[in-house]
């Protein structure tokens, strides 16, 4: 499912037009970000967890050359899936 599927998806459960749809997945999916830019997490009770974790700087090799190279240290996003997606699923 991309994007656009679960624009439809929202626009159909909720018997809104796809443009309202596409509005409050924007919002939804924003206020996420501007929360992990913060270093906050956003809990969905039921769903999950997104967080931010900090990777440390480490070494890595170039596939081609086989040569040593310095990887800098970055934060990067992270989601824990909830008990009841869980269970969902399984």
Known sequence: MNK??????IAESA???????ENAL???LGSVTD???KDDSVTLVG???FSV???KARSGRNPQT????KISAKKQAKFKPG???NDALN
Request: charged share 20%; aromatic share 4%; net charge positive.
């Open 26 to 28: 924007n919002a939804v």
């Open 83 to 85: 008990k009841k997606l």
């Open 47 to 49: 769903f999950g967890t």
């Open 53 to 55: 974790s900090q990777r």
């Open 4 to 9: 656009g599927d679960l624009i439809n998806k």
């Open 66 to 69: 086989g040569a040593t190279i």
């Open 35 to 37: 929360a992990l830019k």
């Open 15 to 21: 018997g809104l037009t796809k443009a309202q749809a």
